[in-house]
């Protein structure tokens, strides 16, 4: 008998997508569902838009308190086997649910947690960027749920979970306002494999309402969790994960880094100034570069950077640590153009497809799909994005430098 799904829709005034979501579980090529919609106080006309779809969906109200709250008073209340969260300015492609389902029956053990692929949607453009994570991490790094966790790869609206992982562990902690979803994800699936499902499903949006981008505190949030996170692993986690503890805390040091996250960068920074640089950390770095440069068709003898932004410097970090340089940056913006950003030139994406077949073009941007389609049709060396040169560079040691305050 086929297991029955709950699809959880957690809502806080979101009369402007609200609709789309329901109609996307609505639309689910797998039929035995039930769609729980929770309306966490909102001031606008959710309810009436909820409330419209009559019995095709359960609809229930509270006092607002948060997103934890919505999703944990929708695990009391569901009914089915899995559970599939679904937020109100998300939306899923048909076949999620039955893949996802298909993952996990296939494979013998009902009670692992499955996810897919996604895309981010740039809801001014209205141009997606998918993550194939295929693309980027090995299969055993894909199936390990601690990993994909802190490498932030598992977006909640991607996973299917068996209610008996929340009876296990506990609800959402209802105290982060931003970061429930890790702090579930990383007490859910310790020393757990989780199923990865090579196919975008799942479709996030981003704009300014949403929580992440309009929600005070959410750093410093952020930072205390990852800094919990660290604290947590042991020698033999961050073994498996990254092969030793200093490329594990070069990663966690680069996200505090772009957070500006001070107090995880002090206490990052304390740890690596105790630990060795791996004794064949210059040959990883030399590996490393032969296979970026690899990403070119073999073609490639330079590298440029699209977007000379926030995003752009921080590739450019990534890189130069681990002994790779970079030519120049491109960018839209005339502005830039001639300008050096820490001693790069910055020039127009029309020059810089002058020399198109020797350059390896890295986009640095999380909504990338813009870059990507303005290059398209170009006899470009090769693009690649920035998470995929985090999936190759996460294992590779950065130059050791003793930073101190």
């Given at each position: 008998m086929e297991p029955f799904v709950s699809i959880v829709i957690p809502v806080f005034n979101g009369e402007d997508y609200l609709q789309e979501a329901i109609e996307s579980a609505l639309n689910q090529t797998y039929k035995n569902i039930e769609i729980l919609v929770v309306n966490d106080g909102s001031t606008d006309r959710t309810e009436q838009i909820a409330t419209a779809y009559g019995e095709r969906i359960r609809y229930f109200y509270k006092q607002n308190g948060g997103v934890a709250s919505a999703l944990n008073l929708a695990i009391r209340e569901m009914k089915g086997e899995y559970f599939s969260w679904l937020s109100h300015d998300d939306y899923d492609y048909p076949e999620k649910i039955e893949l996802l389902v298909e993952a996990v029956l296939g494979q013998g053990d009902k009670e692992a947690v499955a996810y897919c692929n996604y895309s981010l949607l740039d809801q001014r453009t209205g141009i997606a960027s998918p993550y194939q994570i295929e693309d980027y991490y090995s299969k055993e790094d894909r199936s390990n749920g601690i990993f994909m966790t802190i490498q932030r790869l598992m977006d909640g609206g991607s996973m299917l979970i068996p209610i008996n992982q929340f009876y296990r562990v506990g609800g959402f902690n209802e105290k982060l306002r931003a970061t429930q979803d890790y702090d579930m994800w990383f007490r859910m699936l310790r020393e757990k494999q989780v199923i990865h499902v090579p196919r975008v499903l799942h479709v996030a949006r981003v704009h300014a309402k949403q929580g992440s981008q309009s929600m005070t505190g959410f750093s410093a949030e952020r930072e205390q969790l990852f800094l919990h996170f660290l604290k947590e692993l042991s020698a033999e986690d961050m073994n498996q994960m990254w092969g030793n503890e200093y490329c594990c805390l070069q990663n966690f040091m680069t996200l505090f880094e772009n957070g500006v996250m001070t107090e995880g960068c002090k206490y990052i920074r304390e740890r690596i100034n105790q630990?060795?640089?791996?004794?064949?950390?210059?040959?990883?770095?030399?590996?490393?570069?032969?296979?970026?440069?690899?990403f070119g068709g073999g073609q490639a003898g330079r590298i440029a950077i699209f977007g000379a932004g926030d995003y752009g410097r921080k590739v450019l970090r990534l890189l130069r640590s681990r002994d790779i340089e970079v030519e120049e940056f491109w960018d839209n913006s005339s502005q830039k153009w001639g300008s050096r950003i820490e001693g790069i030139k910055c020039i127009s994406v029309d020059e810089g497809l002058k020399c198109a077949e020797q350059t390896l073009v890295i986009l640095a941007a999380e909504l990338y799909g813009g870059m990507q389609r303005q290059l398209e049709g170009e006899q470009m060396a090769g693009v690649i994005t920035k998470m995929h040169l985090e999936g190759v560079l996460y294992d590779v040691p950065a130059r050791k430098v003793i930073r101190n305050e």
């Amino acid at each position: 008998m086929e297991p029955f799904v709950s699809i959880v829709i957690p809502v806080f005034n979101g009369e402007d997508y609200l609709q789309e979501a329901i109609e996307s579980a609505l639309n689910q090529t797998y039929k035995n569902i039930e769609i729980l919609v929770v309306n966490d106080g909102s001031t606008d006309r959710t309810e009436q838009i909820a409330t419209a779809y009559g019995e095709r969906i359960r609809y229930f109200y509270k006092q607002n308190g948060g997103v934890a709250s919505a999703l944990n008073l929708a695990i009391r209340e569901m009914k089915g086997e899995y559970f599939s969260w679904l937020s109100h300015d998300d939306y899923d492609y048909p076949e999620k649910i039955e893949l996802l389902v298909e993952a996990v029956l296939g494979q013998g053990d009902k009670e692992a947690v499955a996810y897919c692929n996604y895309s981010l949607l740039d809801q001014r453009t209205g141009i997606a960027s998918p993550y194939q994570i295929e693309d980027y991490y090995s299969k055993e790094d894909r199936s390990n749920g601690i990993f994909m966790t802190i490498q932030r790869l598992m977006d909640g609206g991607s996973m299917l979970i068996p209610i008996n992982q929340f009876y296990r562990v506990g609800g959402f902690n209802e105290k982060l306002r931003a970061t429930q979803d890790y702090d579930m994800w990383f007490r859910m699936l310790r020393e757990k494999q989780v199923i990865h499902v090579p196919r975008v499903l799942h479709v996030a949006r981003v704009h300014a309402k949403q929580g992440s981008q309009s929600m005070t505190g959410f750093s410093a949030e952020r930072e205390q969790l990852f800094l919990h996170f660290l604290k947590e692993l042991s020698a033999e986690d961050m073994n498996q994960m990254w092969g030793n503890e200093y490329c594990c805390l070069q990663n966690f040091m680069t996200l505090f880094e772009n957070g500006v996250m001070t107090e995880g960068c002090k206490y990052i920074r304390e740890r690596i100034n105790q630990c060795d640089e791996p004794m064949n950390a210059q040959l990883l770095r030399k590996k490393a570069k032969e296979r970026i440069y690899g990403f070119g068709g073999g073609q490639a003898g330079r590298i440029a950077i699209f977007g000379a932004g926030d995003y752009g410097r921080k590739v450019l970090r990534l890189l130069r640590s681990r002994d790779i340089e970079v030519e120049e940056f491109w960018d839209n913006s005339s502005q830039k153009w001639g300008s050096r950003i820490e001693g790069i030139k910055c020039i127009s994406v029309d020059e810089g497809l002058k020399c198109a077949e020797q350059t390896l073009v890295i986009l640095a941007a999380e909504l990338y799909g813009g870059m990507q389609r303005q290059l398209e049709g170009e006899q470009m060396a090769g693009v690649i994005t920035k998470m995929h040169l985090e999936g190759v560079l996460y294992d590779v040691p950065a130059r050791k430098v003793i930073r101190n305050e």
